[in-house]
């Protein structure tokens, strides 16, 4: 009254699905402040005024693929910021880190985290008073550009510095 | 004149039971056998369960779409049949599913008792050996009909293949709406199939990584309330929310321990780098496991709680490292070019479950515990976080495939066959498979 329990044949080749291949990496120039994302109209904007900050100085930094060091032309941009936020020290900061979706999520939080802190370190390098800064990470929960290639990962891989708390 | 053998775990809202009424050695109709992809389903016939109501049709049917989906079994078409079942109780015609080769046959009987509560009763023949295997019969709120045909489905699976089902549980995961760059995220639970969605928070705060506690009815995840990233603990059924900790800086990447005392995730640290703590969810009390300079994070514990995996990049990029319990010993496992992350350790204890990027595409496989015989299940475009069904048969993860706006939830073998996308009224992600429910 036993049956051969096991029901193992006719071997079937399964197909993995090999999907949609990465889009041709063209390379393309790195946006690298606010303006060249036509963020903002030129030099109008009230001196010291957050606009001011954003259009003519830049609020935001890009990195390289799976790194935090903050790159030559990031660190121009950062001085710019230094010396703007020295001059108008009403502002407290918070520097956010910003990772591309090509990762996966709690290592890309915990890589936003340490751009944000590399940010800041630079800053302060730079004479911005430590305790006026602050660092969030939002891994790759918030990207600013949508598309599925290196155009728009390589504006998401940032860190931006926002100002907050005026007059305080 | 049959002996009640065994009850069936209550669990408190529920009240099920299950009053065996034959049992006879187990002996496994299917074979499942985990690394090669040429199983071929069981022909099984499941006949709609007698009632008054529609409810003996709607049983079956949802008894018939788990055993589909897990891949070993192939439902019979109903037009099929011959015998038609007026009594469930009675030896049915064996010759007549033989010859539409129904190697089981599953016929039941539900009817409402006289306090309400439904009574479900079912047999598991096998039709060549002409014999019973199982016949159990379970009592439930009508409200938990769906819990019931699940129930049923796990016996049958169980008392075929000799090994645990999983249709009896539910999974967390983050529901997403909206566009890309404005994506609304919320927490939601639903049964394994996708039935029963409900929502867990309000979606006012990014919320990720949700994680099912092993023994209470508890999740552990991130949440970004308050603009300060932090982990949390939520009791399901009350809603009840607590902060886990009071760490300086940001908390992410929570799981529980297997005894679910501890909840392990990451800490940043003012540096930048993240190292591994755990917190005992009793004395309140903190260990810290790593302190690399270097990002360590996704802990997962082994099932007997002495190891843990994690990721780590402090060799230049995300590899998986497994350590012990105290922090000691701690070592590289995956060598196989490209980086790895998210490992998550098998309920069995035998395999780590990870997402690997090569070649700018994302992959799901499986590793031994020391690293040795990776396999890849599934690659994609862009795809990662698997969880363990809790048989540690049957991995989900979410995938979003090029220029489709977001991610859904898919489910794979650990053969890397059978692949079933979970159907999800929004885009999903984050997936976490509950334990059995009891």
């Given at each position: 009254?036993?049956?051969?329990?096991?029901?193992?044949r006719n071997p079937i080749v399964?197909?993995?699905?090999?999907?949609?291949?990465?889009?041709?990496?063209?390379?393309?120039?790195?946006?690298?402040?606010?303006?060249?994302?036509?963020?903002?109209?030129?030099?109008?904007?009230?001196?010291?005024?957050?606009?001011?900050?954003?259009?003519?100085?830049?609020?935001?930094?890009?990195?390289?693929?799976?790194?935090?060091?903050?790159?030559?032309?990031?660190?121009?941009?950062?001085?710019?910021?230094?010396?703007?936020?020295?001059?108008?020290?009403?502002?407290?900061?918070?520097?956010?880190?910003?990772?591309?979706?090509?990762?996966?999520?709690?290592?890309?939080?915990?890589?936003?985290?340490?751009?944000?802190?590399?940010?800041?370190?630079?800053?302060?390098?730079?004479?911005?008073?430590?305790?006026?800064?602050?660092?969030?990470?939002?891994?790759?929960?918030?990207?600013?550009?949508?598309?599925?290639?290196?155009?728009?990962?390589?504006?998401?891989?940032?860190?931006?510095?926002?100002?907050?708390?005026?007059?305080? | 004149?049959?002996?009640?053998?065994?009850?069936?775990?209550?669990?408190?809202?529920?009240?099920?039971?299950?009053?065996?009424?034959?049992?006879?050695?187990?002996?496994?109709?299917?074979?499942?056998?985990?690394?090669?992809?040429?199983?071929?389903?069981?022909?099984?016939?499941?006949?709609?369960?007698?009632?008054?109501?529609?409810?003996?049709?709607?049983?079956?049917?949802?008894?018939?779409?788990?055993?589909?989906?897990?891949?070993?079994?192939?439902?019979?078409?109903?037009?099929?049949?011959?015998?038609?079942?007026?009594?469930?109780?009675?030896?049915?015609?064996?010759?007549?599913?033989?010859?539409?080769?129904?190697?089981?046959?599953?016929?039941?009987?539900?009817?409402?008792?006289?306090?309400?509560?439904?009574?479900?009763?079912?047999?598991?023949?096998?039709?060549?050996?002409?014999?019973?295997?199982?016949?159990?019969?379970?009592?439930?709120?009508?409200?938990?009909?769906?819990?019931?045909?699940?129930?049923?489905?796990?016996?049958?699976?169980?008392?075929?293949?000799?090994?645990?089902?999983?249709?009896?549980?539910?999974?967390?995961?983050?529901?997403?709406?909206?566009?890309?760059?404005?994506?609304?995220?919320?927490?939601?639970?639903?049964?394994?199939?996708?039935?029963?969605?409900?929502?867990?928070?309000?979606?006012?705060?990014?919320?990720?990584?949700?994680?099912?506690?092993?023994?209470?009815?508890?999740?552990?995840?991130?949440?970004?309330?308050?603009?300060?990233?932090?982990?949390?603990?939520?009791?399901?059924?009350?809603?009840?929310?607590?902060?886990?900790?009071?760490?300086?800086?940001?908390?992410?990447?929570?799981?529980?321990?297997?005894?679910?005392?501890?909840?392990?995730?990451?800490?940043?640290?003012?540096?930048?780098?993240?190292?591994?703590?755990?917190?005992?969810?009793?004395?309140?009390?903190?260990?810290?496991?790593?302190?690399?300079?270097?990002?360590?994070?996704?802990?997962?514990?082994?099932?007997?709680?002495?190891?843990?995996?994690?990721?780590?990049?402090?060799?230049?990029?995300?590899?998986?490292?497994?350590?012990?319990?105290?922090?000691?010993?701690?070592?590289?496992?995956?060598?196989?070019?490209?980086?790895?992350?998210?490992?998550?350790?098998?309920?069995?204890?035998?395999?780590?479950?990870?997402?690997?990027?090569?070649?700018?595409?994302?992959?799901?496989?499986?590793?031994?515990?020391?690293?040795?015989?990776?396999?890849?299940?599934?690659?994609?475009?862009?795809?990662?976080?698997?969880?363990?069904?809790?048989?540690?048969?049957?991995?989900?993860?979410?995938?979003?495939?090029?220029?489709?706006?977001?991610?859904?939830?898919?489910?794979?073998?650990?053969?890397?066959?059978n692949e079933q996308a979970i159907?999800?009224k929004g885009y999903g992600s984050?997936?976490?498979?509950?334990?059995?429910?009891?």
């Amino acid at each position: 009254m036993r049956r051969t329990a096991a029901i193992i044949r006719n071997p079937i080749v399964v197909a993995l699905f090999l999907s949609l291949a990465v889009a041709g990496c063209a390379s393309k120039k790195t946006p690298n402040n606010a303006a060249d994302l036509g963020l903002g109209g030129g030099a109008a904007a009230t001196p010291g005024s957050s606009q001011d900050f954003t259009v003519n100085v830049g609020d935001r930094i890009f990195f390289d693929t799976d790194s935090s060091v903050v790159r030559a032309d990031a660190q121009a941009t950062l001085t710019r910021q230094a010396q703007w936020l020295n001059k108008y020290r009403q502002y407290a900061i918070v520097v956010e880190g910003h990772a591309d979706e090509r990762g996966t999520r709690e290592y890309n939080i915990a890589l936003g985290a340490r751009r944000a802190a590399a940010t800041r370190d630079y800053l302060v390098s730079k004479g911005v008073a430590g305790n006026r800064l602050k660092t969030i990470s939002y891994g790759k929960e918030r990207p600013v550009a949508v598309c599925d290639d290196i155009s728009c990962w390589s504006q998401n891989r940032r860190a931006v510095t926002t100002l907050g708390g005026a007059g305080s | 004149m049959l002996p009640l053998l065994k009850k069936m775990a209550v669990a408190a809202a529920v009240c099920l039971m299950a009053a065996p009424m034959a049992v006879l050695p187990a002996r496994a109709l299917v074979e499942i056998d985990v690394t090669k992809g040429n199983i071929e389903p069981l022909p099984i016939a499941i006949t709609d369960f007698l009632s008054n109501d529609a409810i003996g049709a709607e049983i079956a049917s949802i008894v018939t779409a788990d055993l589909k989906r897990s891949g070993l079994f192939a439902p019979i078409d109903r037009g099929a049949f011959i015998e038609k079942i007026a009594n469930p109780d009675a030896t049915p015609r064996f010759e007549d599913w033989k010859v539409i080769n129904a190697q089981a046959l599953v016929t039941g009987r539900v009817a409402q008792e006289a306090d309400g509560r439904l009574r479900a009763e079912f047999r598991l023949w096998d039709t060549f050996a002409g014999q019973q295997l199982i016949g159990e019969q379970f009592f439930a709120n009508k409200a938990n009909s769906r819990r019931i045909a699940h129930i049923i489905a796990d016996a049958i699976y169980e008392r075929l293949t000799g090994e645990k089902g999983y249709f009896d549980t539910r999974v967390v995961f983050i529901d997403e709406t909206g566009a890309k760059n404005q994506r609304q995220k919320r927490l939601a639970i639903m049964d394994q199939d996708g039935a029963n969605v409900r929502y867990l928070s309000d979606g006012r705060a990014i919320v990720l990584t949700p994680r099912f506690s092993p023994t209470r009815q508890e999740i552990t995840y991130m949440s970004y309330e308050g603009g300060q990233p932090r982990v949390y603990l939520l009791q399901i059924e009350t809603g009840q929310r607590e902060l886990v900790g009071n760490f300086p800086g940001m908390t992410f990447a929570p799981r529980f321990s297997p005894d679910g005392q501890k909840v392990i995730m990451s800490l940043l640290r003012d540096d930048g780098n993240s190292n591994i703590f755990t917190m005992d969810l009793r004395s309140r009390a903190t260990t810290r496991l790593t302190n690399s300079s270097a990002i360590d994070t996704s802990p997962s514990y082994s099932p007997d709680g002495s190891r843990i995996v994690f990721t780590s990049d402090r060799g230049g990029q995300p590899q998986i490292y497994v350590m012990g319990a105290d922090g000691s010993g701690q070592t590289r496992i995956s060598f196989g070019g490209g980086s790895y992350s998210t490992p998550v350790w098998s309920p069995r204890g035998d395999l780590i479950a990870f997402t690997k990027q090569a070649g700018g595409e994302f992959q799901i496989g499986v590793m031994r515990t020391d690293g040795s015989g990776e396999r890849i299940l599934s690659t994609g475009f862009q795809q990662e976080g698997p969880t363990w069904a809790p048989n540690g048969r049957v991995l989900m993860f979410f995938r979003e495939a090029a220029g489709s706006g977001g991610p859904k939830l898919y489910s794979i073998d650990l053969t890397g066959r059978n692949e079933q996308a979970i159907p999800t009224k929004g885009y999903g992600s984050d997936p976490a498979w509950s334990p059995l429910l009891e």
